[in-house]
């Protein structure tokens, strides 16, 4: 079964400062990688994804990750975040699995942006 | 376009009363459904995922079930809530083919008191 850690729970960051957040997965076969977004009491929201090609996937603000099969990450990444940064970020993983295919999420990272 | 509604919002129910929450789906056609919830502080817990009406596979036991009665319709529900149901949970939606994203509703805030 594949699985997604994110190794940091809370990660508070001045405004303008660049930021990472860490996404690694475990799994034995091919996988699909998505980052979400959750801004208080909301659904997710897709922010990126990486399905093959290209390792460096980039959404429309200004966000961006990269796949490293080797070392099973995907971290996100921006180089100068926004008052409105602020949210839940959550990574996850895809496979199919039998007949259904079923996403697996980290337990997510707090990104704080302070002014 | 597709769209997902949940509802309702927030909820506030007395532990042992009966819950049902709604989803339904708009503008495609035998979606996989998913019921997720999530606790304070904490990551996405996958409850129910469903491939097609009447098919639910349960993630997890615990004192929640889920329905499917119409190919967009997914419903979950629980016969005496307990404090330990308190969370949001959200519902999702994602077409069948393993590269693609999942599309969530807004939420709902469940608290037992």
């Known amino acids: 079964a594949q699985s997604v850690t994110q190794l940091d729970s809370q990660v508070p960051v001045f405004e303008e400062a660049p930021v990472e957040l860490r996404c690694n997965y475990s799994?034995?076969?091919?996988?699909?990688l998505f980052w979400y977004v959750q801004y208080p009491n909301q659904g997710l929201q897709l922010l990126l994804k990486?399905?093959?090609?290209?390792?460096l996937v980039e959404s429309i603000n200004g966000f961006e990750a990269e796949f490293n099969k080797s070392q099973t990450s995907f971290h996100l990444r921006k180089p100068s975040v926004h008052i409105s940064d602020t949210a839940e970020y959550f990574c996850?993983?895809?496979?199919?699995?039998?007949?259904?295919?079923?996403?697996?999420f980290g337990s997510g990272t707090q990104l704080t942006v302070l002014p | 376009s597709q769209t997902i509604h949940q509802w309702p919002a927030t909820l506030v129910q007395p532990v042992g009363s009966p819950l049902s929450l709604e989803c339904t789906v708009e503008?495609?056609?035998?979606?996989?459904l998913y019921w997720y919830r999530q606790a304070a502080g904490r990551g996405l817990q996958l409850l129910f995922y469903?491939?097609?009406?009447?098919?639910i596979s349960s993630e997890v036991p615990q004192n929640l079930s889920a329905s499917r009665p119409q190919d967009r319709q997914f419903i979950l529900s629980s016969k005496k809530l307990l404090l330990s149901d308190s969370g949001f949970y959200l519902c999702?939606?994602?077409?069948?083919?393993?590269?693609?994203?999942?599309?969530f509703g807004q939420g709902t805030r469940l608290t037992v008191v």
């Open positions: 999702a939606w994602s077409k069948f083919v393993p590269n693609t994203e999942a599309f």
């Open positions: 799994s034995s076969v091919s996988v699909y």
């Open positions: 990486y399905l093959s090609g290209s390792t």
């Open positions: 996850a993983v895809s496979i199919s699995s039998g007949s259904a295919r079923q996403l697996t």
């Open positions: 503008g495609t056609s035998n979606p996989n």
């Open positions: 469903s491939v097609g009406i009447g098919q």
